[in-house]
């Protein structure tokens, strides 16, 4: 698990040092990573739960429902499921579509970081600042399961998106969105917002 002592070492070496972005910050990762301690976005996604989380796949789902004779509770097959919620978007389908990169770019890092488009600007960035020059595509998994590699991408991602003024304005709402894409686990979060305002003094 990583500490959120470490955490806000990192978010102060990379230019975050303002309290309140920082609690934003931490309530955001550790609803994302469970607490600090998924690092990979997990693979057991049951039938009706996969129906709410991506409901633009609704027909897909349903027909493999279908196909497989399966109940709502059952789970959904792997890689199957990854495959097709992200396969076709994120940058995953410009090498076509009839492989596992779905799958293999699901979310890594407390930020759980998605898609192929993400992991090459993620890995330009650390180009760029000097960090891991001899990091190529083939390792970036990996490397996005370790301490380091799992914050630094949260902290390019929280960057690229924009987050900064929005948490320093306190905008859960609007922070939420540009994190997860929607405005899953909200009260969660904002449970979390205040544990950590209250834990940095705010």
């Known amino acids: 698990m990583i500490s959120v002592i ?3 070492n990192y978010l102060r070496n990379c230019g975050i040092t303002s309290l309140l972005e920082q609690a934003h910050f931490l309530a955001q990762a550790d609803h994302e990573s469970t607490g600090f301690t998924q690092l990979l976005e997990g693979t057991r996604f049951r039938f009706a739960r996969a129906l709410e989380l991506w409901p633009s796949k ?3 789902i349903l027909a493999k429902q279908t196909e497989t004779k399966a109940h709502n509770m059952d789970f959904c097959p792997q890689p199957w499921l990854y495959n097709t919620v992200y396969g076709t978007r994120m940058g995953n389908e410009m090498n076509g579509t009839a492989d596992n990169d779905g799958f293999d770019t699901r979310g890594h890092g407390i930020f759980q970081l998605t898609g192929m488009d993400n992991r090459v600007r993620f890995l330009n960035w650390l180009n760029r600042h000097g960090k891991w020059l001899a990091l190529t595509m083939a390792g970036l998994n990996s490397f996005l399961l370790t301490e380091e590699g799992a914050v630094l991408s949260a ?4 960057h690229a998106e924009g ?3 929005l948490a320093l304005s306190d905008d859960l709402i609007a ?4 994190i997860n894409g929607g405005i ?4 969660d979060r904002r449970q979390k917002l205040i544990k950590y305002k209250k834990m940095l003094g705010i």
């Open 184 to 187: 899953n686990g909200l009260t």
């Open 175 to 178: 922070v939420t969105r540009k």
């Open 155 to 158: 902290i390019w991602f929280w």
């Open 58 to 60: 609704k027909s897909e």
């Open 6 to 8: 470490d955490i806000t």
């Open 163 to 165: 987050c900064s003024a």
